[in-house]
């Protein structure tokens, strides 16, 4: 049997030629893994950032700065529709002497309620807490109403309002550390303690704590200081709280909160 020249060639094996493409599969992977985890990383990072923090009062700051924004715009809006209101006040004045009369005593009667802002001569009223240390007792007690004394407390800005009142201020205003912020004093208004700062017409302010008060100077102060006045009763310039700064032009802005009414009615309409 005649074997055929094809078959007696010898079978030849190639070798596996390299594929350059694997190393490059390789670094793409491991790049991309190394992309994930810096992407991972810095969401953890973002998620921490954006996630309230617990005070030691126990308040969410986070919270607190979104309704402390939310109050401040909301407390702007209001002031910017009253000056609009005042703008067609203006306008109606214009047209008659009747409608004129009228939004003059509107006027008056809104600069009684506060809703103006009002300059003058006046007093500066700043309150802080005591530099003072409280003097050191056995009974744990009487060492934490020691303590006590010496902070700024709701009712010692309420007992000075009502003294500048009683003294004739005919404009009264509060602010905190921020003395561009003032609070307008209206009948509704009450210094409340919340945490380390107060609440003044829905508002949180901390120390120090100012009180601008439009009047005759000489006598506001000597209202304040008198023997028998409310300075002596709380102590406070014994415990080195307060100080009194007469001021030549003292500018207090109107009341930026609401006046809303649940229950109360005009008593005609009732009948």
């Known amino acids: 049997m005649e074997i055929s020249s094809a078959d ?3 079978l030849q094996t190639t070798a596996p030629v390299p594929r350059r493409h694997t190393v490059a599969w390789v670094w793409q992977v491991t790049g991309l893994s190394l992309l994930l985890g810096v992407m991972l990383a810095l969401a953890l990072q973002t998620e921490f950032r954006l996630r309230p923090v617990v005070g030691r ?16 715009r909301l407390q ?11 703008e067609f006040e203006e306008q109606l004045g214009q047209r008659s002497t009747s409608a004129s ?27 802080r807490d005591s530099p003072l240390k409280p003097r050191e007792s056995s009974n744990q007690q009487d060492q934490q109403d020691l303590t006590q004394q010496l902070i700024v407390h709701d009712r010692d800005i309420n007992m000075i309002l009502g003294e500048l009142k009683s003294a004739g201020a005919e404009a009264l205003g509060i602010s ?21 700062g107060m609440d003044i017409n829905d508002t949180r302010i901390g120390q120090p704590f100012h009180i601008f008060a ?11 200081e008198m023997r028998d006045g409310v300075i002596k009763a709380l102590q406070l310039d014994v ?17 930026s909160g609401s006046f809303t009414f649940k229950y109360a009615q005009p008593a005609d309409s009732a009948r």
């Open 76 to 86: 702007q809006e209001v002031v910017a529709l009253r000056k609009q209101a005042s």
């Open 176 to 196: 905190g550390a921020d003395m561009s912020k003032i609070q307008r004093v209206t009948y509704r208004t009450s210094a409340r303690c919340t945490g380390p």
């Open 239 to 255: 415990l080195q709280m307060i100080s009194i700064q007469e001021a030549s032009r003292i500018t207090i802005p109107e009341y």
């Open 101 to 127: 009369a009228l939004a003059s005593d509107l006027r008056d009667v809104k600069l009684r309620a506060g809703l103006l802002p009002v300059m003058g001569p006046g007093l500066i009223i700043t309150l």
């Open 8 to 10: 007696s060639v010898p």
């Open 57 to 72: 009062f126990g308040t969410r700051v986070g919270v607190a700065v979104g309704l402390k924004e939310s109050n401040d």
């Open 214 to 224: 439009i009047g005759n100077s000489k006598e506001l102060r000597a209202q304040l």
